[in-house]
């Protein structure tokens, strides 16, 4: 993944070419570290993205964000204050760094036009969004850098702007050949990391790339390089920086051998012939392509980590519980041992010995008929002793009943905790986070918060994964345990296929009938392959799919959500793949 300067010079264009001369009509803070302001420009309206995500930082149009925030943040509202309205005069990249300045006109209280500046620096972990006025004053930011966190400069209101520190690279804009020279000369360095380190806006997969076409080992020490292959080099540095000036960009997705998306450019890069490419006309479709389905995983991630380290806790727990009741179960296993003693002491109660340690005589409860030998307590008489061993045979049938329920609601609590557990992997927004919390709390697994907000009722559209199957069947698969229930018991039809994983956590996965008309073995297939994928089975081979029609499949009185029984099924061996379900998936 390389979003460097070159590539923001790309999203630069485009957002020239869309927005400039437009104005501000709404502003949203929709993750903590992303802005979205909604722009109307020549009767269309854009949608832009900024967020200083530290692990997904970057800035582009977008067409599939969304704003879930009822209560705008204090940094949204200030936004809001100082640029509600306002013109896009100007968007700017200096130097071809990773940085973009937007510039707005805009009024003040007292109705005077004033510039304000937007500002995205996308530098991983030190990413931000920095509101600053015309002078370099910085109103606020969405990250505050005091100096006890950076000795290199601060991010604070009311203190001047300062450009991050380069270094002593230059921009690669209208270089000469002897500044080039000079530069690559005075690097100890393989020549690759002496081309990125030395100029802004370039990554180490484009300056391996430069090196290749110019056939150069990429590797090779900068400062050993002969004057003829500096020269090549320079030459294909500068034909591609004329395209930059020239805005001649290629958006390009390179996919790997599963067709999922592996790197991105603006330009084919020939140190990536290897993977499968696919063109795009919009560097902003492409990035939101191949960032949109990962930074949404990652945030979600993120809100449910204390979910997760919680049933981790609850799992951990309850394993140990299983292995307590098995060990009793095991210690339980020698009743039967315990009657034989007493029924024998009973019945030879007269040649047992006052004081004896133990007493062997013949067993005959089993066959062949062998010798026994009883351990006694020297203390007691023979009934004595019986009855002892009477006693503990009671009692170790009392604990073994008692151990076997124990396993049964232990067992049963694993699984629903590894169901859970596999559902935060399928949640992706902030209703279907709010949902698995509720049930939670209800299942007595999570505190109720005070002051949380209450379950809003659902939204119209159905809240389960939908997909298409290459006959037209729609495919349904549950996100959580709740939307399992729903899905299973309420949703779908008798007619309807149901699939899950066979003995263990999954979804519940429903193909629709059509028109009450039998489902081919392809759609079959396919809804085993989404059963596999959304289920333990996920990262295996031949994962075993039981399937049935939906009125096979019954509720346990009392069970635990997702908890289902069923008849007259068949199963299927598949091997799920990403590449698959993604053609299945509806766009």
């Known amino acids: 993944m390389a979003l460097d300067g070159l590539v923001l010079a790309n999203v630069v264009h485009e957002l020239k070419t869309n927005l400039i001369g437009g104005r501000i009509d709404k502003i949203y803070q929709i993750e903590k570290e992303d802005i979205l302001i909604t722009m109307r420009n020549q009767g269309t309206t854009y949608k832009l993205l900024l967020t200083a995500n530290s692990n997904y930082p970057r800035v582009h149009l977008s067409t599939l964000a969304k704003n879930n925030n009822q209560e705008p943040p204090m940094f949204c509202m200030l936004l809001r204050k100082h640029l509600g309205g306002g013109k896009l005069l100007e968007i700017a990249q200096p130097d071809l760094e990773r940085i973009v300045c937007f510039s707005f006109e805009t009024t003040n209280e007292l109705g005077d036009k004033e510039i304000k500046k937007l500002i995205i620096e996308i530098m991983g972990r030190h990413s931000n969004i920095i509101l600053m006025r015309e002078d370099g004053t910085i109103i606020d930011s969405i990250k505050h850098i005091s100096l006890d966190k950076s000795s290199v400069r601060e991010v604070l209101p009311n203190r001047a702007y300062v450009r991050p520190p380069s270094g002593d690279r230059l921009s690669p804009l209208g270089v000469d050949n002897v500044t080039f020279t000079t530069k690559l000369d005075s690097k100890e360095m393989p020549l690759f990391k002496a081309l990125y380190t030395s100029f802004n806006g370039l990554s180490p997969i484009f300056a391996q790339n430069l090196c290749t076409k110019s056939h150069l080992d990429s590797q090779l020490i900068a400062s050993t390089l002969s004057s003829e292959s500096l020269g090549v080099l320079f030459k294909t540095f500068t034909s591609t920086f004329q395209k930059v000036e020239s805005f001649q960009f290629e958006p390009t997705l390179y996919l790997d051998e599963q067709e999922l998306p592996a790197d991105f450019y603006c330009f084919e890069l020939s140190n990536l012939d290897s993977l499968t490419t696919q063109s795009f006309n919009s560097i902003s479709a492409l990035l939101e392509h191949f960032y949109f389905e990962r930074s949404t995983h990652f945030n979600v991630a993120q809100k449910t980590g204390d979910i997760k380290k919680l049933l981790h806790t609850f799992l951990d727990r309850s394993v140990r519980k299983k292995q307590i009741q098995e060990k009793a179960l095991e210690e339980a296993g020698h009743k039967d041992l315990y009657k034989i003693y007493g029924e024998l002491l009973t019945a030879y109660a007269f040649q047992v010995e006052q ?222 793949t990403e590449s698959f379900i993604k053609k299945l998936t509806l766009p």
């Not at 409860?365 to 023979?382: C, M």
């Not at 935060?424 to 209703?431: F, N, P, V, Y």
């Not at 949380?452 to 659902?458: F, T």
């Not at 149901?498 to 979804?507: E, M, N, Q, V």
């Open 355 to 576: 004081g004896a340690s133990s007493f062997t005589t013949l067993n005959y409860y089993e066959e062949p008929y062998t010798e026994i030998t009883i351990p006694l307590e020297s203390h007691l008489t023979a009934i004595e002793n019986a009855q002892s061993y009477y006693k503990l045979y009671n009692k170790a049938k009392r604990t073994e009943l008692a151990a076997k329920e124990q396993l049964e609601i232990i067992e049963e609590d694993i699984k629903y905790l590894q169901s859970v557990l596999l559902s935060l992997d399928l949640l992706q927004t902030k209703e279907d986070i709010q949902e698995l919390r509720l049930e939670l709390i209800e299942m007595g697994y999570l505190k109720k918060r005070k002051g949380a907000a209450k379950m809003k009722p659902s939204k119209k559209e159905l809240p389960f994964l939908h997909f298409k199957s290459t006959e037209g069947h729609d495919i349904y698969v549950g996100k959580n345990n709740y939307q399992n229930d729903t899905l299973t018991m309420k949703f779908a039809k008798p007619n309807d296929l149901w699939l899950h994983i066979k003995d263990g956590p999954g979804s519940h996965v429903i193909i629709k009938s059509i028109d009450g008309m039998p489902i081919s073995e392809e759609t079959t297939l396919e809804g085993a392959m989404l059963a596999a994928y959304h289920s333990s089975g996920k990262m295996s081979s031949h994962v075993p799919i039981d399937y049935t029609y939906k009125r096979n499949v019954k509720k346990v009185p009392n069970a635990k959500p997702g908890m289902v029984i069923y008849t007259n099924f068949k199963t299927l061996y598949v091997t799920p």
